[in-house]
């Protein structure tokens, strides 16, 4: 069995901190100062919902565009998109309860997945909404269906990628093996994405002054680090051999881009670490 980890960044640098607005930052070092070791993601509903009004507003009459749960189904995010999407893609009955809810019972959804027991498909739900299936659109350049045909677009991450901020406290800064490590509270079990797909997902360091220890403050500076998480498992790497100017325990490490498939793929679960915490801004 072979461990998969995330491509090295090198020779990437980590982005610069102003790569984080000025909000999702303020946010981030006021939760940094609830005393303890921070893991949490930070939406951002007004950035979710202008890329589907963006996206609405781009496509023709016959196109319908209906937001897949699956990719962030943080309610405050599903609410902030209702009144910009035509209906919602569910994949259960969790799903389908959270697209009621913030379409307070107004809305559309499409369901239908042929790996789920039909007791668990959408379709056989009593819903008080109009249920169509829908198969995932690839494409649509040039395709003008026959009059009358609505054509169902389940865009997820396209919708909800940038509106996302996962930010986790580096517990230790460490050599092991000639090898630099920032130590993360919260890797893999809290977002797993980075080794899900063969990517660089790249971070920014968030300073943070306080530093309530006694021990001298572990940093470094102007060199190569790889940031893991806390896991027993090797396989708990966010990012590798990412050029950084400084970084120390206590900063936080900030992935942006983390808004679908973020607190959703990881493995909450695994050694029992209390889950991440989700805001929105
Ligand atoms: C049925 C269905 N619709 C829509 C989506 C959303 O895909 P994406 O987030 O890539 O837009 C998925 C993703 O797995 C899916 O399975």
Redesign the pocket.
Known sequence: MSVQFPPSAAPRSAYPVDVLPATVRRRLLELADAGRPLSAYVYDGDVAAGRARELRAALPDWAAV?Y?V??NSFPGVVEALAPYVDGF?V?SVAELELALHAGRCAGRC????ADRPADQDAENLSAPVPVVA????KSVPGIEPPAGVKVIL????????DCGWYAAEVTDVKTSYGELFAVLRGGINHFQLPTSWDIVHNMAVLPVEKWGEECPRPTAENTRVTVVGELCTSEDTLLRDVLIDRVRAGDLIVFPCAG??GWEFAMHSFLGHPVAERHLL
């Open positions: 209906y897949a699956k990719a893609e994949a499409a369901g239908r997945h829908a198969g995932p659109a389940e865009p997820g991450r396209f919708v909800v990628a679908s498939y």
